[in-house]
């Protein structure tokens, strides 16, 4: 069963529960009040015969004639009446009308001496009548005053069959509506599965997505979209740190290749050419696996994983600049101002500044101290370098950028990748300049306090 069938089909089922309950005490309150009122209409014929039989005395002859008294009690089309005399014989009646049988109990109130004297019972003559026998009093007679009860079935039953027939319409019609609704939601639907297997199949990310609307499948083809755009935009950087990679990579490893065959003629170099190969072997070693490393790292993004804490930047700063004093014996100067503490994850945050003072340390060699400046949710590393052109400001973040100024020195041009990356999932920015005086101003900003640390 289709989605679009099961739509139309759970329209039906409320609709038709719906309409069966409604149509069920709908037609249980018409058919008692046809009922109350048909009795009503019938008791209030047989108390009026009885009230003139104790005003008047009345005889079989009061019916003899369409003047006579209570001649309206014969004109309705339900009402059967016949007048019988002291005997119980047969007076006056209706020769168009089905004869009312008379038994004892009906002979019996026709003798009877008390006006208004009443016997009821049931009969069929053809279909099902109530009869009521009413005295004249003194034994002058009776009259029997008979309704067709089948009248009110008839009235019952057709009611039974309008409700019917109104309530399978109605289900018909929620059935087509629900058809109706079903094949516009589904159709949507069929357009986004169809596009979801060609994505699958030809693995195109750029795939067009169907659909619009502020509704839920408008809102899911929007997702789709969106999810679909992320992918490519991940699949476009994957693609691109790949081949930045390989690029990168070819220089350490035909450095690696080269010193390699000179290692086959080990014999014969002097002492200090072995010094000297085994030295470049150490350092494109050594670059290498710094390469590598940063590169698994910036793929990875495993800092994203790492859960978010109150962190003060100032202490924070002050660790990397101990850290880095020992590891290089480099003097780094950190001063700090305001409320320092953000919402961010602590080791991400130290791999970010510690690559930002690695940069200064090795761009602006020398006995000047690198400093840090940490001022609320800011943070700055000033050195005095060579410095960065306005123009080259905005690209020293990309993955393997080198300055012109740097393409000499070592490293592997993705460490401020890094910072911006992790600046990125703290929903910060970074920033780079040059810094008055000489040298350059590189850091990022974070927003402090998150109301929502948890959606970094």
Request: charged fraction near 25%; glycine fraction near 10%.
């Amino acid at each position: 069963m289709t989605l679009r069938t099961k739509f139309a089909v759970a329209f039906a089922i409320v609709a038709g529960l719906a309409i069966a309950a409604a149509m069920v005490l709908s037609y249980q309150a018409m058919a008692a009040l046809l009922k109350v009122d048909t009795e009503q209409t019938f008791r209030a014929l047989v108390d009026t015969v009885a009230f003139e039989s104790k005003r008047t005395a009345l005889t079989p002859d009061s019916f003899a004639s369409p003047q006579g008294v209570l001649a309206n009690v014969v004109t309705s089309r339900q009402v059967v009446t016949q007048v019988l005399d002291g005997t119980g014989a047969v007076q006056v009646r209706d020769e168009q009308s089905p004869a009312i049988p008379v038994d004892e109990s009906d002979r019996a109130i026709a003798a009877s001496p008390s006006p208004g004297a009443q016997a009821e019972r049931e009969f069929i003559a053809g279909e099902r009548f109530q009869l009521v026998t009413v005295a004249f009093g003194g034994g002058r007679g009776a009259v029997q005053i008979a309704q067709r009860a089948s009248e009110t079935d008839r009235l019952l039953r057709d009611l039974r069959q309008a409700v019917l027939l109104v309530g399978v319409g109605v289900a018909l019609l929620a059935a087509a509506a629900g058809w109706m609704v079903a094949n516009r939601v589904t159709r949507r639907l069929a357009r986004l599965t169809t596009t979801a297997e060609q994505v699958a199949v030809t693995g195109r990310l750029d795939t067009p997505v169907p659909g619009a609307g502020r509704d839920e499948v408008g809102r899911l083809g929007a997702a789709l979209e969106s999810m679909l755009g992320q992918f490519l935009r991940s699949q476009e950087d994957q693609r691109r740190l790949v081949q930045d990679a390989g690029h990168e990579l070819k220089t350490p490893l035909t450095s690696i290749r080269t010193n390699t065959t000179v290692l086959r003629r080990l014999d014969e170099l002097s002492p200090a050419a072995r010094t000297r190969l085994i030295d470049d072997l150490d350092s494109e070693t050594r670059e290498l696996v710094t390469l590598v490393n940063e590169l698994v790292e910036l793929a990875d993004g495993q800092y994203t994983e790492e859960p978010v804490d109150r962190v003060d930047l100032a202490v924070l700063a002050r660790r990397v600049a101990d850290r880095a004093h020992r590891r290089t014996g480099r003097e780094v100067v950190v001063r700090a101002g305001g409320d320092t503490v953000v919402e961010g994850r602590p080791v991400a945050l130290a791999r970010a500044l510690g690559n930002l003072v690695e940069n200064a340390d090795k761009f602006a060699p020398g006995a000047s101290p690198i400093e840090v400046e940490v001022r609320g949710g800011q943070v700055s590393v000033l050195d005095r370098g060579p410095g960065i052109p306005p123009a080259e400001a905005t690209r020293v973040f990309d993955r393997f950028y080198r300055a012109a100024s740097a393409r000499g020195l070592p490293g592997s041009g993705l460490g401020l990748a890094v910072v911006r990356s992790i600046a990125e999932a703290h929903n910060g920015s970074v920033f780079a300049g040059p810094r008055p005086g000489g040298g350059a101003a590189i850091g990022f900003t974070l927003a402090q306090r998150s109301t929502n640390p948890g959606s970094l």
